[in-house]
């Protein structure tokens, strides 16, 4: 393995990949039976902080490294677009209908961003398993609400 990676910064991508592809598709399979779109989410996301915390300082370096590596490296490529979640199935944002498939792009990000920042920040370095999708699952909630109009006057 040490082989293949020409830099201490490959590795983490080489060795991590497929573990997390590998939950994102049992996450994805999951989602399938999810009531709806935010179920569909969670069900993709337990499985994602599931396997990123198994080893917790292996799962942030590889997120670091992830989003911050050289983006032309073909090993930060391939996670890159794990992480982005790129394959062939429907996105669960666009079960409801309510979305087309280019609206559901921007969203999908979103989500990405708080998986990425719930799994990575340092104030969940001793965050559960269950802990960080129920901080995964408020935050946008919280964003729906801060968007609403003021009441009362």
Do not use: W
Request: charged letters at 20%.
């Amino acid at each position: 393995m040490f082989l293949a990676a020409k830099t201490k910064g490959e590795l983490p991508p080489l060795v991590q990949s497929s573990l997390h592809a590998e939950a994102l598709a049992q996450g994805r399979a999951d989602a399938e039976n999810a009531p709806d779109a935010l179920g569909a989410v969670m069900a993709i996301a337990q499985r994602v902080v599931t396997r990123n915390r198994s080893h917790v300082g292996n799962g942030c370096v590889y997120l670091r490294e992830t989003a911050f590596g050289d983006p032309t490296e073909p090993r930060h490529q391939q996670a890159l677009a794990i992480t982005a979640h790129r394959g062939g199935r429907r996105p669960p944002l666009g079960r409801t209908g309510r979305l087309n498939e280019s609206d559901v792009a921007t969203p999908a990000r979103v989500v990405s961003a708080v998986l990425f920042l719930a799994r990575a920040a340092s104030v969940n370095a001793t965050a559960s398993v269950d802990e960080i999708p129920r901080d995964i699952r408020d935050q946008p909630v919280a964003l729906r609400v801060a968007a609403l109009p003021p009441t009362g006057g």
